[in-house]
């Protein structure tokens, strides 16, 4: 059965399609660091009460403004329909990524929920908020600048001269996502969900150590249930845990499932959900699957290997992937017995 039949059996759980946004050239980049009166009454309880802690810091327009050379389209390193993520550079050198959003109602609380969770996690493999600013009708948050890009354009991306990850890097990227996801699900309290974990939200330093982000859809997990349900189900398909995708059951269990997504990917080099012409290969999972039941380890690994890599390691991550895609939530494997697995202890 192909991914197209199979969504098409699911439930209809679609969520509702959310207003169309952008940012435009009438976005006031070029106005003053003053924030008006009305708009710090409008302000979420939530960065009110942040803007009183030392949990980030509070930039001014102006030095955002400077830092990016007034906002520069040389500057310019990403978008989306409701955001522009520029590089900048502070006065000390520091370099930053400046993420501009586009003010409106709805977005107030999201950005104040963001910001409450991502100021309140501290993990070397969790990309640091440095802190926020909002100027008339944007928003801006401020992370450090990660020069050698996502996970996904270093596996997956056509740029050319663009060497191979190594698969002592690929390696090191899992257990260091792992040890996130375990940091936020076992030792947060409460407990946070992600629900955006893949590969194109795992940024690499210039030492190729990864740090998960995009906080945007994450959720303080439950502490008196076991999951929560959602009407609206949200994430990237390929990533999606059935449970959730199906029912809208949010448990840290989705988290693991994704995560499960990610290590094929670092073992094959191969996308979540192939493209059209791919005719082999639809669903990284249901390619995988038959292949991690039948233990063909070498038909799963990535050709560009070459045979350098530890064998050992290997199969400590594809029995890993195998655990962490498993259907049902209540038979996969927390995060702090992933981490152990990958790292040769027993759970």
């Given at each position: 059965m192909s991914v197209v039949q199979w969504v098409m059996n699911l439930p209809d759980r679609s969520p509702q399609q959310s207003?169309?946004?952008?940012?435009t050239k009438e976005t006031p980049f070029e106005g003053?660091?003053?924030?008006?009166?009305s708009a710090l009454d409008e302000l979420p309880k939530e960065l009110?009460?942040?803007?009183?802690?030392?949990?980030?810091?509070?930039?001014?327009?102006?030095?955002?403004?400077?830092?990016t050379s007034n906002f520069s389209s040389e500057n310019l390193i990403g978008k989306g329909g409701c955001n522009l993520v520029f590089q900048g550079t502070l006065s000390d050198g520091k370099k930053v990524a400046v993420k501009l959003m586009k003010l409106s109602k709805a977005t107030w609380k999201d950005f104040a929920h963001e910001?409450?969770?991502?100021?309140?996690?501290?993990?070397?493999?969790?990309?640091?908020l440095l802190g926020f600013c909002f100027e008339e009708n944007v928003l801006i948050s401020v992370y450090d600048f990660s020069p050698k890009g996502s996970l996904e354009e270093n596996l997956h991306g056509k740029t050319k001269g663009k060497s191979v990850l190594s698969w002592e890097v690929r390696f090191n990227v899992a257990v260091?996502?792992?040890e996130a996801l375990n940091y936020m699900?076992?030792?947060?309290?409460?407990?946070?969900?992600?629900?955006?974990?893949?590969?194109?939200n795992i940024l690499l330093t210039k030492e190729?150590?990864?740090q998960l982000s995009d906080f945007g859809l994450a959720l303080w997990g439950p502490t008196t249930t076991s999951f929560l349900t959602e009407c609206d189900v949200v994430g990237t398909f390929g990533y999606l845990a059935p449970e959730y995708f199906m029912y809208g059951k949010i448990s840290d269990k989705i988290d693991v499932y994704a995560f499960g997504v990610v290590l094929l990917e670092l073992l094959s080099g191969k996308k979540p959900i192939g493209s059209e012409t791919d005719k082999e290969q639809e669903s990284l999972v249901m390619w995988a699957k038959p292949k991690l039941e039948s233990g063909d380890v070498q038909d799963i690994l990535d050709p560009n290997f070459?045979?350098?890599?530890?064998?050992?390691?290997?199969?400590?991550?594809?029995?890993?992937?195998?655990?962490?895609?498993?259907?049902?939530?209540?038979?996969?494997?927390?995060?702090?017995?992933?981490?152990?697995?990958?790292?040769?202890?027993?759970?």
């Amino acid at each position: 059965m192909s991914v197209v039949q199979w969504v098409m059996n699911l439930p209809d759980r679609s969520p509702q399609q959310s207003p169309q946004c952008s940012i435009t050239k009438e976005t006031p980049f070029e106005g003053g660091n003053k924030t008006s009166s009305s708009a710090l009454d409008e302000l979420p309880k939530e960065l009110k009460s942040l803007l009183k802690t030392n949990r980030c810091r509070w930039f001014s327009h102006e030095v955002l403004k400077t830092s990016t050379s007034n906002f520069s389209s040389e500057n310019l390193i990403g978008k989306g329909g409701c955001n522009l993520v520029f590089q900048g550079t502070l006065s000390d050198g520091k370099k930053v990524a400046v993420k501009l959003m586009k003010l409106s109602k709805a977005t107030w609380k999201d950005f104040a929920h963001e910001v409450d969770i991502i100021s309140s996690l501290k993990h070397e493999h969790i990309m640091p908020l440095l802190g926020f600013c909002f100027e008339e009708n944007v928003l801006i948050s401020v992370y450090d600048f990660s020069p050698k890009g996502s996970l996904e354009e270093n596996l997956h991306g056509k740029t050319k001269g663009k060497s191979v990850l190594s698969w002592e890097v690929r390696f090191n990227v899992a257990v260091g996502i792992a040890e996130a996801l375990n940091y936020m699900h076992n030792e947060c309290s409460p407990p946070v969900i992600h629900r955006d974990v893949k590969s194109s939200n795992i940024l690499l330093t210039k030492e190729f150590k990864p740090q998960l982000s995009d906080f945007g859809l994450a959720l303080w997990g439950p502490t008196t249930t076991s999951f929560l349900t959602e009407c609206d189900v949200v994430g990237t398909f390929g990533y999606l845990a059935p449970e959730y995708f199906m029912y809208g059951k949010i448990s840290d269990k989705i988290d693991v499932y994704a995560f499960g997504v990610v290590l094929l990917e670092l073992l094959s080099g191969k996308k979540p959900i192939g493209s059209e012409t791919d005719k082999e290969q639809e669903s990284l999972v249901m390619w995988a699957k038959p292949k991690l039941e039948s233990g063909d380890v070498q038909d799963i690994l990535d050709p560009n290997f070459d045979g350098k890599c530890d064998e050992i390691q290997v199969l400590r991550m594809v029995h890993s992937a195998k655990l962490c895609i498993t259907r049902s939530a209540s038979l996969r494997p927390k995060m702090s017995e992933i981490v152990k697995l990958l790292k040769g202890d027993s759970f």
